[in-house]
């Protein structure tokens, strides 16, 4: 998976860019961090120079139940774990570009994207993280955000490897934090997910306390985001920054819950 592509086309014209980035993670201080200049020649009695800025960039940092997205896929899918990840991972790219465009027709958006799900058995990877492995349609981040205003930051990140936890946590063969997070438990005859929740739960969290003038988007239909949610908008809010949540299958507002301002 590449990067980002410096030359693009406009038309027949061949047009070359040259980004400078800058970021600044002083708390208080805006993240609008990259700011883009081109050139843009063309010969219209005689040569004619136009020089457009683009708006800074706004960082996302994007927290995604994964169960919740491959079981949204249709039914002829779930049998194929590739074509399943496929559809889900358009569905989440949609969706938040659609969003993030909607909330600021001007800027552009540098997306970390995190996928929380039961990665391993054991020290095995299960079918679907070898699924995600084996997609070799996106051959850059970015493919995932179908806007040009919206871009990934990295490639796509697992949640059980901790955004803040010490490497000397890591499994030494794995290199992650949290292996065997897809296991039987006694009394029940299938396996079941541990620690994904409270793995994005504490990345929230450090993302809230490291990024406060960032977006954080949440997508996941569980309760048990909500507290990390409620503590990382606390946070975040006095330094300009926001978090949204994505309730998906169906779930929205609650009756006890006060998520107003929160959903999306």
Known sequence: MG??????????????????????????????????????RSRNNGEKVVTKTQSPSRLVGLFVDWNSQILLAPEELQGNPVDRCKFALRS????????????????????????YHGWTAGITHTPNRRAIASLAEFESPDDIFPSRRVLALSDVEFGDRLIDALPSRENRGLG????????????????????????LAADLLSWARS???????????????????????????????????????????SRFLALDGLLI
């Open 211 to 253: 990024e406060p003038s960032s977006l954080a988007i949440v997508i996941s239909p569980d309760d048990d985001v909500v507290p990390p949610i409620f503590i990382a908008e606390a946070w975040m809010k006095p330094f300009g920054g926001s978090v949204h949540l994505k309730r998906s299958m169906g779930r929205g507002e």
């Open 92 to 115: 989440v790219g949609k969706f938040v570009a659609k969003h993030l465009c909607s909330l600021d027709s001007h800027s552009t958006f540098r997306v970390r994207l995190r996928l």
């Open 3 to 40: 990067v980002v592509v410096s030359v693009f086309r406009c038309g027949a014209a061949s047009v070359h860019a040259q980004v400078r980035r800058s970021t600044s993670r002083r708390r208080g201080q805006s993240l609008l961090s990259s700011m883009r200049k081109w050139a843009v």
């Open 176 to 199: 992650i934090h949290l292996p065997n997070t897809y296991r039987r438990q006694s009394g029940y005859s299938q396996p079941a997910e541990k620690m994904v929740d409270t793995a």
